[in-house]
């Protein structure tokens, strides 16, 4: 069975560049995460997701950040433009429902210049 | 304020030896406690899930304990490997009181290197 799988790896942009991040969750499973993790600390939710819709999006810094799940399966995160504090490690997971155990990507490593 | 706190923050431990890794959390109420291995580059993985009512749950040479009414959770390894060298998480799991669901908080992890 496929895990989440999250492209691209690695990104390296300059600074007020658009940045874009794709998500394939497990199979079935109807809940999905984005997170942001910074270097030596825990994640942080950006978004949740139960099938298409965001029912948790309080921590999405709405000005530049966005983020879409049509069809409930297939997840997007979107930047612009992207800052240098943007620089982290974003993770995808997915989950059976909200109290079940989270499945996450390897993430995407950007890097913004 | 939830919050989940780890320590140590960094460990080095030799190979074949024990080693405890201690989570402190403030969050409630409270649904479950999940410990994550985060190995370089890579995303957490579950290691083990424990509800209110566990006090120990073991997956291989890992065994969690966690007392709800202190509220605090600790990891042991036992006879440590090199790949075992990873990030050990904390996470503690929570209702959310209005909207339902549950709020997940992390905590900042603790770094363990095994060496030879």
């Known amino acids: 069975e496929a895990g989440v799988v999250q492209s691209p790896r690695y990104k390296i942009i300059e600074k007020k560049q658009p940045v874009a991040f794709w998500c394939n969750p497990i199979s079935g499973h109807n809940t999905l995460y984005w997170y942001r993790q910074n270097l030596g600390q825990g994640p942080e939710l950006l978004i949740r997701y139960e099938n298409e819709e965001a029912v948790d999006d309080s921590q999405l810094p709405k000005d530049r950040f966005s983020a879409e799940r049509l069809k409930g399966v297939d997840s997007t995160l979107k930047i612009q433009p992207a800052e240098l504090g943007d620089s982290a490690v974003y993770l995808c997971?997915?989950?059976?429902?909200?109290?079940?155990?989270?499945?996450f990507g390897s993430g995407t490593q950007l890097s913004v210049l | 304020k939830n919050q989940v706190e780890q320590s140590p923050q960094s460990l080095i431990i030799l190979e074949g030896k024990n080693c405890t890794l201690q989570c402190n959390y403030t969050v409630s109420p409270f649904s479950n406690l999940r410990w994550y291995k985060q190995d370089t580059g890579r995303g957490p993985v579950s290691l083990t899930i424990m509800t209110f009512s566990e006090n120990t749950k073991s997956n291989g040479r890992y065994t969690a304990t966690l007392d709800a009414d202190t509220k605090q959770s600790s990891l042991h390894i036992t006879a440590s490997q090199l790949s075992d060298s990873a990030s050990y998480i904390c996470?503690?799991?929570?209702?959310?009181?209005?909207?339902?669901?549950?709020?997940?908080?992390f905590g900042t992890g603790t770094q363990l290197k095994v060496e030879l």
């Open positions: 997971a997915s989950s059976l429902g909200s109290s079940a155990p989270l499945f």
């Open positions: 996470v503690v799991s929570g209702p959310i009181l209005t909207g339902g669901g549950n709020k997940l908080t």
